[in-house]
């Protein structure tokens, strides 16, 4: 609100007997029948905004249309009523940082601008193989898995998550109505596996690490 206004939000708890005009309310409600259920929000906008939700995350998608309608308007929003819900519970897309390794504060940015348009889920593809040929015409030897293991030679060292950063993305995700989806795949792209532990391996498997 302050990048695109200029001006600070005083952030204060109270009931409805205390707003102003002006003003915007948010309360949660347990009242059902309104149908507004684990994402969805009402805004009425009259003398002040009043927003009611049955769960943070719809009251903070409420945000989002808030901030998206000012930064239309520059300051003004028309009154009205306004339902909203999504239609698809997942919406969202999947990044693979195995084969391409992306640092936390790129996933985190990511993040933001999928809270902005009200994405609920990111899956995060840990670990892979890189397909293709060298110039050599042979197939790279390259296995990727970003998240810190206890077992040797797991992880990558050229760029991984720690345990602690990643659990602290997770949460600060969900706090912004994004759903962080850790994927790990196997066993047809287990190479990382099979680097730490040989012995997973068929004993026929191919150069490619694809086992």
């Keep these: 609100y302050k990048d ?19 003003d915007l309310y948010f309360a949660l409600t347990d009242d059902t029948s309104k149908g507004l259920q684990d994402e969805g929000y009402l805004m009425s906008v009259g003398e002040y905004v009043e927003v ?14 808030i901030l998206q309608i000012l930064k239309q308007s520059g300051s003004q929003i028309a009154k009205g009523i306004v339902k909203d819900y999504p239609k698809y519970e997942v919406r969202g897309f999947m990044l693979d940082v195995g ?3 992306f640092k936390m504060d790129f996933l ?3 993040v933001k601008t999928m809270s902005w348009y009200k994405l ?4 995060v593809h840990l670990n892979d193989n890189c397909f293709g040929k060298l110039d050599d015409g042979k197939t790279p030897d390259y296995s990727g898995f970003r998240l810190e293991s206890d077992i040797p030679n797991l992880t990558n060292t050229d760029l991984y998550y720690t345990k602690d950063e990643f659990r602290d993305f997770i949460k600060s995700s969900k706090e912004v109505g994004v759903n962080i989806v850790p994927e790990f795949d ?7 596996f099979v680097r730490a532990r040989p012995d997973l391996a068929r004993a026929d498997s191919n150069e490619s690490l694809d086992v």
């Design 4 to 22: 695109m206004t200029g001006k600070e939000l005083k952030v204060v708890k109270g009931s409805k007997a205390d707003v102003q005009n002006g």
């Design 108 to 110: 985190k940015e990511l």
């Design 52 to 65: 009611e939700a049955e769960t943070t995350t719809g009251a903070y998608w409420a945000t989002r249309t």
């Design 186 to 192: 196997s066993p047809g792209h287990s190479g990382a």
């Design 120 to 123: 609920s889920n990111f899956h």
């Design 99 to 101: 084969r391409r390794p």
